[in-house]
T-cell receptor
Framework: QKEVEQDPGPLSVPEGAIVSLNCTYS??????FMWYRQYSRKGPELLMY????GNKEDGRFTAQVDKSSKYISLFIRDSQPSDSATYLC?????????????FGKGITLSVRP | SQTIHQWPATLVQPVGSPLSLECTVE??????LYWYRQAAGRGLQLLFY??????ISSEVPQNLSASRPQDRQFILSSKKLLLSDSGFYLC???????????FGPGTRLLVL
């Protein structure tokens, strides 16, 4: 079992839809959770970061963490064609100089106009 | 604000040739630096990371090496490229005490 599993996709939705992207993890030691967005042929950019169970909202994006069930989600409301990208979840055990991120494989989202 | 640069953006190299990819970070001091490779369908693979000048940790034994000659410079090298070295190479940095990493624009390498 991989440490981080992410829905493989691809996912195609109409403009305006609510999108739910999910990752599950097996190691309960993970404490810090991130979502990255990667446009085609570009580097990933940090979208959301959270370290506690519950929801964190930023505009149309909501990151949800459930540590008891070991899953995280990213919700996108009123999806736009500009949201078309690959979304990667990432997590780490702890902060500090030697901390490393473990990534999901990513899911490609396409928002149809 | 911090900026991370990578070059070249694209590289086509023959098998057996050497490789040097460069990454520099501006606007921060003593960052942690990372090299990743991203292959289609395989996600991000951490290759090397560095917590300071001359300090390199290797995550995956392979045909590549890394060096950090200056605080904000990270270099990925190979003496002889293999076909399997093709991929999208990403450099990232983070503040020493932070959790989040910030990525550069990447270098697309094709080995023929």
């Amino acid at each position: 079992q991989k440490e981080v599993e992410q829905d493989p996709g691809p996912l195609s939705v109409p403009e305006g839809a609510i999108v739910s992207l999910n990752c599950t993890y097996s190691n309960s030691a993970f404490q810090y959770f991130m979502w990255y967005r990667q446009y085609s042929r570009k580097g990933p950019e940090l979208l959301m970061y959270t370290y506690s169970s519950g929801n964190k909202e930023d505009g149309r994006f909501t990151a949800q963490v459930d540590k008891s069930s070991k899953y995280i989600s990213l919700f996108i409301r009123d999806s736009q064609p500009s949201d078309s990208a690959t979304y990667l979840c990432a997590m780490s055990f702890y902060t500090g100089a030697n901390s490393k991120l473990t990534f999901g494989k990513g899911i490609t989202l396409s928002v149809r106009p | 604000s911090q900026t991370i640069h990578q070059w070249p953006a694209t590289l086509v190299q023959p098998v057996g040739s050497p490789l040097s990819l460069e990454c520099t970070v501006e606007g921060t001091s003593n960052p942690n630096l990372y090299w990743y490779r991203q292959a289609a369908g395989r996600g991000l693979q951490l290759l090397f990371y560095s917590v300071g000048i001359g300090q390199i940790s290797s995550e995956v034994p392979q045909n590549l090496s890394a060096s950090r000659p200056q605080d904000r410079q990270f270099i990925l090298s190979s003496k002889k490229l293999l076909l399997s070295d093709s991929g999208f190479y990403l450099c990232a940095w983070k503040a020493g005490a932070g959790e989040t990493q910030y990525f550069g624009p990447g270098t697309r390498l094709l080995v023929l």
